[in-house]
């Protein structure tokens, strides 16, 4: 069973059960930024730390960094991205997933909010 | 101008209950607090103004009359424009000049008939308005205009809008100006803007700005367009961005804004020099100019953002984009910057540095995309 876990910064990380977890940003984040026109991913096999700058994702207006939620190595991204960056804007939980992730032992993951933790920090946004 | 100043310390134009309630992102801009974008969002009003028309409120700016017999020749030296020679009720684009050659702030500039109409940047207009009171206050009135709004409505279908509440504006073309009634209401309208669309920008009234605005967003054609929209409009229009594309460092030449400078004011006119670093700009149109102000595409999907430095085919930095992103109808990245006069030729292949990464980058010619002014 896959449990959806959230940060801070508003990415997302869906723990699959088999020791990977597949990221992307919330929706919050993609109405927050807006119409988003490129996408940095990160490289195949490239170690990520939690909270660490692991790609960019850029809007009409700026740049901004996506951080890992967990710490791991990538071993999937969403190639789509770099042609569509839109779809993120479309389906940030779905087909505008970022990147996956084979998790470190240690991958931070338990620090992260559930989904009523999140919608409740959402919420103290505004 | 004057309006509201609420407890953040930034000013309000008469429209923000307006911006608000049209759901507007407030941010703070030149001491205002403005839309950066209404909730369709950047590129689609981006688009929409390159479609249809597009309502702007730039009340932030500033407005100024000049009034006084010797005003036209007063102003003449401050800028190296071909003030006396406008003819009435028509505008020209302007530069305020440095006694280094460098630009002070860029202007519109409106023969109105018995004044001349100004408008300023808002980061600049209490310095502008003090430089001109200070250096030619003597030789004509200027009176600061904190009574009226500013709208600009944009795009290939502001002609029938305004002909529609403003039939008077029927047979303006591009840089007309005219005193006339917008939706019954006593205006100052210009035919211009800062798009690279057909347009008009109307001075209102500031207590009757918001019945102004209601009309022009009661039209089918119209929508609301921020800030953000405004800057990615421009940008592709290749207009330069004050304190950004051009400053105080960059004289007229530097910024590839001679055309800003008519003929009987450059060196040999009968109205040559008489401006702020005249002798500066001389020089640099006699001698030419280490670097000057080019159009940039980049050729990855990449954006390249104000900042990034521009390299050579051997990796020496040779340059820096002063304005960048992403335009909208461009569909993809475009920028402008600085670049040594050898390499601003068009087509010339430059690198542009994003997060430690080369971009390629090719000069280009502005407009990005094809100015549609009305001219009749």
């Given at each position: 069973m896959s449990v959806m876990k959230f940060t801070k910064d508003h990415e997302w990380v869906r723990l699959?059960?088999?020791?990977t977890g597949t990221v992307g940003i919330t929706d919050y984040a993609q109405e927050q930024l807006g119409?988003?026109?490129y996408v940095e991913l990160p490289e195949i096999d490239a170690e990520v730390e939690q909270g660490v700058e692991a790609g960019v994702i850029e809007s009409v207006k700026a740049a901004g960094d996506l951080k890992s939620p967990v710490t791991g190595s990538v071993v999937e991204v969403n190639e789509a991205l770099a042609d569509e960056p839109g779809k993120i804007n479309e389906d940030p939980l779905g087909e505008g997933w970022v990147f996956k992730v084979k998790l470190a032992?240690?991958?931070?993951?338990?620090d992260l909010m559930d989904q009523a933790e999140y919608d409740e920090y959402v919420e103290e946004q505004g | 101008m004057g309006n509201d100043t609420v407890d953040s310390g930034l000013s309000r134009t008469v429209l923000y209950d307006l911006h608000v309630e049209l759901g507007g992102k407030m941010v703070p801009f030149a001491g205002y607090e403005m839309p950066v974008q209404y909730p369709q969002g950047i590129m689609k009003e981006h688009l929409h103004t390159r479609e249809q028309a597009g309502l702007f409120d730039v009340s932030h700016m500033g407005q100024v009359k000049l009034m006084g017999e010797g005003r036209a020749a007063a102003l003449e030296t401050l800028v190296p424009v071909d003030v006396i020679g406008l003819g009435a009720n028509r505008q020209r684009y302007g530069l305020f000049t440095n006694d280094a050659g460098g630009i002070r702030d860029d202007l519109m500039i409106t023969n109105a008939g018995d004044h001349l109409f100004v408008v300023v940047n808002a980061a600049c207009k209490e310095q502008d308005i003090a430089h001109m009171r200070e250096s030619i206050g003597d030789r004509c009135e200027v009176q600061a205009l904190d009574d009226r709004a500013l709208l600009a409505i944009q795009g290939p279908a502001a002609g029938a809008v305004m002909a529609r509440i403003a039939p008077d504006t029927r047979n303006m073309v591009f840089m007309d100006a005219a005193s006339v009634e917008v939706a019954g209401i006593p205006c100052f309208v210009a035919r211009?803007?800062?798009?690279?669309e057909d347009g008009f920008e109307i001075s209102v009234p500031e207590d009757r700005a918001a019945e102004l605005a209601h009309t022009l967003l009661h039209q089918p054609e119209v929508k609301p367009i921020g800030l953000g929209a405004r800057d990615s409009l421009r940008l592709e229009a290749g207009l330069c961005l004050y304190g950004h594309d051009i400053d105080t460092d960059t004289s007229p030449v530097e910024g590839s804004l001679l055309w800003a400078m008519q003929k009987v004011r450059?060196?040999?006119?009968?109205?040559a020099g008489g401006f702020p670093g005249a002798d500066v700009v001389a020089r640099h149109l006699a001698e030419g100019v280490a670097r000057k102000r080019v159009g940039l595409l980049p050729q990855t999907r990449v954006p390249v953002r104000e900042g990034a430095e521009l390299v050579d085919g051997e990796g020496t930095t040779v340059g820096r984009v002063t304005s960048g992103g992403f335009g909208p109808t461009i569909g993809g990245p475009v920028a402008m910057g600085y670049v040594p006069s050898e390499l601003a030729a068009v087509g010339t292949e430059l690198q542009a540095m994003v997060r430690g990464k080369p971009q390629p980058a090719v000069v280009a010619k502005t407009p990005f995309v094809p100015q549609r002014y009305y001219r009749g």
């Amino acid at each position: 069973m896959s449990v959806m876990k959230f940060t801070k910064d508003h990415e997302w990380v869906r723990l699959e059960g088999d020791g990977t977890g597949t990221v992307g940003i919330t929706d919050y984040a993609q109405e927050q930024l807006g119409e988003l026109v490129y996408v940095e991913l990160p490289e195949i096999d490239a170690e990520v730390e939690q909270g660490v700058e692991a790609g960019v994702i850029e809007s009409v207006k700026a740049a901004g960094d996506l951080k890992s939620p967990v710490t791991g190595s990538v071993v999937e991204v969403n190639e789509a991205l770099a042609d569509e960056p839109g779809k993120i804007n479309e389906d940030p939980l779905g087909e505008g997933w970022v990147f996956k992730v084979k998790l470190a032992e240690v991958s931070g993951a338990d620090d992260l909010m559930d989904q009523a933790e999140y919608d409740e920090y959402v919420e103290e946004q505004g | 101008m004057g309006n509201d100043t609420v407890d953040s310390g930034l000013s309000r134009t008469v429209l923000y209950d307006l911006h608000v309630e049209l759901g507007g992102k407030m941010v703070p801009f030149a001491g205002y607090e403005m839309p950066v974008q209404y909730p369709q969002g950047i590129m689609k009003e981006h688009l929409h103004t390159r479609e249809q028309a597009g309502l702007f409120d730039v009340s932030h700016m500033g407005q100024v009359k000049l009034m006084g017999e010797g005003r036209a020749a007063a102003l003449e030296t401050l800028v190296p424009v071909d003030v006396i020679g406008l003819g009435a009720n028509r505008q020209r684009y302007g530069l305020f000049t440095n006694d280094a050659g460098g630009i002070r702030d860029d202007l519109m500039i409106t023969n109105a008939g018995d004044h001349l109409f100004v408008v300023v940047n808002a980061a600049c207009k209490e310095q502008d308005i003090a430089h001109m009171r200070e250096s030619i206050g003597d030789r004509c009135e200027v009176q600061a205009l904190d009574d009226r709004a500013l709208l600009a409505i944009q795009g290939p279908a502001a002609g029938a809008v305004m002909a529609r509440i403003a039939p008077d504006t029927r047979n303006m073309v591009f840089m007309d100006a005219a005193s006339v009634e917008v939706a019954g209401i006593p205006c100052f309208v210009a035919r211009s803007g800062y798009t690279g669309e057909d347009g008009f920008e109307i001075s209102v009234p500031e207590d009757r700005a918001a019945e102004l605005a209601h009309t022009l967003l009661h039209q089918p054609e119209v929508k609301p367009i921020g800030l953000g929209a405004r800057d990615s409009l421009r940008l592709e229009a290749g207009l330069c961005l004050y304190g950004h594309d051009i400053d105080t460092d960059t004289s007229p030449v530097e910024g590839s804004l001679l055309w800003a400078m008519q003929k009987v004011r450059r060196p040999g006119g009968e109205r040559a020099g008489g401006f702020p670093g005249a002798d500066v700009v001389a020089r640099h149109l006699a001698e030419g100019v280490a670097r000057k102000r080019v159009g940039l595409l980049p050729q990855t999907r990449v954006p390249v953002r104000e900042g990034a430095e521009l390299v050579d085919g051997e990796g020496t930095t040779v340059g820096r984009v002063t304005s960048g992103g992403f335009g909208p109808t461009i569909g993809g990245p475009v920028a402008m910057g600085y670049v040594p006069s050898e390499l601003a030729a068009v087509g010339t292949e430059l690198q542009a540095m994003v997060r430690g990464k080369p971009q390629p980058a090719v000069v280009a010619k502005t407009p990005f995309v094809p100015q549609r002014y009305y001219r009749g």
